[in-house]
């Protein structure tokens, strides 16, 4: 059994609190707790990102208004804590609204 605390130290243990309490939210676990199943699920779609399984996995993490699309509201829920980590790390945090521009831009232009 792995706790959220244990998890967090997972490859570069850069994860953010945040994003760790989704992960404990929406997977199975037992008295808060991950068992090694999900444990895998969790690695084998951090791991394998370009697959739509995994890409199904991490969307569900991150639609976290349970709408079926990722929103504004979303993704800056998520970014605010990595803007926090960065500050922590000494870094100049990358404002949202630049990479939103970016986001926008990118999916416009795969179309």
């Not at 739509?52 to 993490?61: D, E, N, S, T, V």
């Amino acid at each position: 059994m792995l706790s959220k605390e244990e998890l967090s130290r997972y490859g570069t243990a850069t994860m953010t609190n945040v994003f760790l309490d989704r992960v404990f939210q929406e997977c199975l676990t037992y008295d808060g707790e991950m068992d090694y199943k999900t444990y895998l699920d969790f690695v084998l779609a951090l791991e394998n990102r370009k697959e739509p399984a995994a890409l199904q996995y991490i969307f569900k993490l991150l639609d976290i208004e349970n709408k079926g699309y990722l929103n504004v509201f979303s993704l800056n829920y998520f970014f605010r804590a990595i803007q926090e980590l960065m500050k922590i790390h000494g870094q100049d945090p990358v404002s949202f609204q630049d990479v939103k521009v970016t986001f926008s831009f990118n999916l416009h232009n795969t179309s």
